[in-house]
């Protein structure tokens, strides 16, 4: 049988995070799978720092990303570089992940080519338009151009039923938890952990366009008065490059001696350092789905999410930006050690780090392949009226 060419195709740093995991994984397959990968580099640095950990080199970079970059702009370049790169290498699946304006274009501009698409991290939905923006959108069209739909949770399988989607669903867990094999260490010393010495950590990461301006600086208000009142805290803040964010930052917390600005953590830092919060406030996706596994109370600066799991395991809250109720918030978990417990509870609603190697025996069962290891898929069933290929 001829090996199947698959595309994987990414370009900012969370997709990056979840995707080289399953590259490594589809290129142990090179028996049945020609592997190729494509960025846009939509993101350049954070990007960067991402395949170089996981030492994964890009046969194709289309480099789009300038600075204040407008989606318009992205969408021009990316459809032009992958029309060319699509008409050459004519690959039979072309694999996405999540919601970006990337994930989107490449799924889209890889049905115009009638070549198959399949979407990692399938199913997520906040069902509303404007929030996450441009996110909901992009991952909703994605669910319509999808042929194969790999979905971590069983909520996110619901969402897909929501849709009338009834084929090509796997239920896979989510690949974060794959990653983590790669980035985590025994042991491990950031020079940032010796700027805290021994004080009480808070991390907060905050980027979300719909958010951009005044309901970042209600939560960095927020936190400035929860610092200044609490000597025995310090907020560690790693500023996402867009100018916009870094501006707002810097304005705030420049000169203050107990919150530190500091450039994006590499992947194996970031999870690495993980551990040692206390607290994370947070509007990222990704950082949503890493918080249960390290037992780390999240406040979630968004009105919604499109990631319910950690909220129903009661790791997570859903805080808004409004500034008093997000100051509330963190000055209960800094006084209410009954309710902190239960927030510190270690919970793995992503699965169990299988979800790459499930991806890639879905792509070789879809393609006719024999599927190398059964064990790992349970027979499919119904679920509604959408015939899924569960897994163990
Ligand atoms: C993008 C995704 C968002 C995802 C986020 C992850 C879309 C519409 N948005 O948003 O879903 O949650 O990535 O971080 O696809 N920049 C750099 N270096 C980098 C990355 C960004 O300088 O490595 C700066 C550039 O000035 C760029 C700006 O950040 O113009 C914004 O980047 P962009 O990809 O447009 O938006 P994000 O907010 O990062
Ligand atoms: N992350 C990182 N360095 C940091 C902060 C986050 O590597 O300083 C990683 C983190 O492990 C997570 C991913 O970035 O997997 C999330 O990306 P981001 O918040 O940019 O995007 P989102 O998940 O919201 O789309």
Not at 25 to 52: F, G, P, W
Not at 285 to 294: D, K, L, R, T, Y
Not at 343 to 358: F, V
Request: charged letters at 25%; one cysteine or more.
């Amino acid at each position: 049988m001829k090996k199947i060419k698959v595309m994987t195709i990414f370009g900012t740093r969370p997709e990056a995070v979840k995707l080289c995991p399953v590259i490594l994984e589809l290129e142990k397959n090179q028996d049945y799978i020609d592997s190729k990968v494509c960025v846009t580099a939509q993101h350049r640095d954070m990007l960067d720092q991402v395949l170089e950990v996981f030492r994964v080199n890009p046969d194709y970079d289309l480099d789009v990303m300038k600075e204040r970059q407008t989606l318009n702009e992205i969408t021009m370049s990316v459809v032009r570089g992958l029309t060319e790169i699509f008409e050459n290498e004519k690959p039979d699946l072309v694999l996405v992940h999540g919601d970006t304006i990337t994930t989107f274009l490449a799924s889209y501009t890889a049905f115009l080519h009638q070549i198959k698409v399949g979407h990692v991290e399938a199913g997520l939905r906040t069902f509303n338009k404007q929030s996450p923006y441009p996110e909901e959108v992009n991952r909703q069209l994605v669910g319509v151009l999808a042929d194969l739909h790999f979905v971590p949770t069983e909520w996110a399988l619901e969402n897909l039923g929501k849709e009338n989607r009834t084929e090509g669903i796997y239920l896979t867990g989510n690949t974060v938890a794959c990653a983590y094999q790669y980035t985590l260490k025994e042991k491990y010393n950031h020079p940032v952990l010796e700027w805290a010495d021994g004080r009480k950590i808070i991390f907060l990461t905050a980027h979300r366009r719909e958010s951009l301006g005044r309901q970042h600086s209600q939560v960095f208000r927020a936190i400035k008065r929860i610092v200044d009142e609490f000597e025995d805290l310090v907020v560690i803040f790693p500023v996402h490059p867009n100018p916009v964010i870094k501006e707002l930052a810097f304005e705030f917390f420049n000169e203050h001696l107990r919150i530190k600005l500091v450039e994006p953590f590499d992947v194996i830092q970031w999870h690495n350092l993980l551990p040692h919060a206390h607290l994370i406030v947070t509007d990222s996706g990704g950082v949503q789905e890493e918080a249960p596994s390290f037992k780390v109370p999240t406040l979630v600066i968004r009105e919604n999410t499109e990631r319910p799991e950690g909220v129903m395991t009661g790791n997570l809250r859903l805080v808004g930006t409004e500034e008093d109720n997000v100051y509330a918030n963190i000055y209960d978990l800094l006084t209410n050690q009954e309710a902190y417990k239960k927030m510190s509870k270690l919970a793995n609603p992503y699965g169990d780090g299988k979800a790459s190697e499930r991806i890639v025996q879905s792509i070789l069962h879809f393609f006719g392949y024999r599927v190398d290891k059964p064990n790992i898929f349970k027979s499919p069933k119904m679920i509604g009226d959408a015939k899924v290929t569960l897994l163990v």
